[in-house]
C-alpha cells in the first residue's frame, strides 16, 4: 500500500531488557496483551489438535509469545529483524529451547511445509505488503498447518485510540510506531489468508478492561502493571484469530 507516513521499526533495536522491564512506554502495553493472547492461541492449539509441534513464531520482539510457547513443550522458532530483540528474548527464554534467528518475514529462511503453525502477534500492521508477509507464511506451513495473527483495524476510532491516545498518554510512544495506512481491515485480512489458500476459523477483538486504567496511569503515562486486556466480540479496535491452510 502506498502511504505518505513509513512506519519506524527501528524502535525495536533500542529496548534492551526494556522488551521485559519497562511501564514508561507502550511495550507494557504488548506485555499486558500476551497475557489474554497466549491463553486464547495455547486453547485453540489444543482445540484444533496441535499440541508439541513445530512453531514459528515471526516477528517475535522480545519473545514474549515464543517463550511461553516453549515453557508448554511446543519446538519454537522465534524470526525478527532485530538482533537486539532476539538476544533479549534468548535471555528471557527460561526453557532453554526456543530458536531465535534473525529473518526477514518476506524471505524466510525454512523450506517448505516446515512448521505446523505460524503466529504472527502485532506484526502485520509492520510491514508495507502484509499480503506478501502471509503467502510467505502459507509456503512455510504444513498442509492443514495453522497461522494465529493480531493487528489492528483501520477505522477512525482506532486512529484514535490505538495511535493518537496511546501517542499523547503512554510516556515514550515513538512518532510512527504505528501508522493508520498500515491498519488491516479484517476483511481484507480474510481475502490475504484466501489468497494464500487460507480460511480464517475464528476471530475476536482485544481492549483493555476500563476498569483497570487508573487515573494515575493517564495523568503520568506510566502504564500500571494492573493494567489488563480482555477479549470482545467487538473488532473495531484491535483483534486477533487464527486461520488454516487447506489439504
Ligand atoms: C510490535 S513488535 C511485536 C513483537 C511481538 N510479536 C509481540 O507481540 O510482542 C513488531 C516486531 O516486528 C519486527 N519486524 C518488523 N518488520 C519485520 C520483518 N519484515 N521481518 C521480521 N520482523 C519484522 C520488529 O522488529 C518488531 O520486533
Not at 506484526?123 to 502471509?134: K, Q, S, W
Not at 467487538?234 to 489439504?247: D, F, I, Q, R
Request: net charge negative.
Amino acid at each position: 500500500m502506498e502511504t505518505d507516513r513509513q512506519i519506524d521499526n527501528s524502535i525495536y533495536e533500542t529496548y534492551g531488557d526494556r522488551w521485559y522491564t519497562a511501564y514508561d512506554d507502550p511495550v507494557a502495553l504488548l506485555r499486558a496483551e500476551n497475557r489474554v493472547k497466549f491463553p486464547w492461541i495455547l486453547n485453540k492449539l489444543q482445540a484444533m489438535g496441535h499440541s508439541g509441534q513445530q512453531i514459528l513464531d515471526v516477528g517475535c520482539g522480545g519473545g514474549f509469545l515464543s517463550n511461553e510457547l516453549a515453557r508448554q513443550g511446543y519446538a519454537v522458532t522465534g524470526v525478527d529483524l532485530s538482533p537486539e530483540s532476539l538476544r533479549v528474548a534468548k535471555r528471557y527464554d527460561t526453557s532453554g529451547t526456543v530458536r531465535y534467528d534473525v529473518a526477514d518475514a518476506y524471505e524466510l529462511p525454512y523450506p517448505d511445509r516446515s512448521f505446523d503453525v505460524v503466529t504472527a502477534m502485532d506484526f502485520l500492521e509492520h510491514v508495507d505488503d502484509p499480503a506478501r508477509a502471509i503467502r510467505e507464511f502459507s509456503r512455510v506451513l504444513a498442509p492443514g498447518g495453522l497461522f494465529f495473527f493480531h493487528t489492528f483495524n483501520r477505522n477512525p476510532l482506532a486512529h484514535l485510540v490505538v495511535i493518537k491516545l496511546l501517542e499523547w498518554f503512554i510516556q515514550n510512544t515513538p512518532k510512527n510506531m504505528h501508522v493508520i495506512e498500515l491498519f488491516i481491515k479484517p476483511e481484507e485480512l480474510r481475502a490475504y489468508c484466501a489468497q494464500a489458500g487460507m480460511e480464517v476459523m475464528a476471530l475476536t477483538g482485544i481492549r483493555p478492561k476500563l476498569s483497570t486504567i487508573s487515573w494515575n496511569m493517564l495523568r503520568t503515562g506510566i502504564v500500571c502493571p494492573e493494567l489488563e486486556f480482555a477479549l470482545t466480540r467487538n473488532l473495531l479496535l484491535s483483534y486477533m484469530g487464527v486461520a488454516k491452510l487447506g489439504p
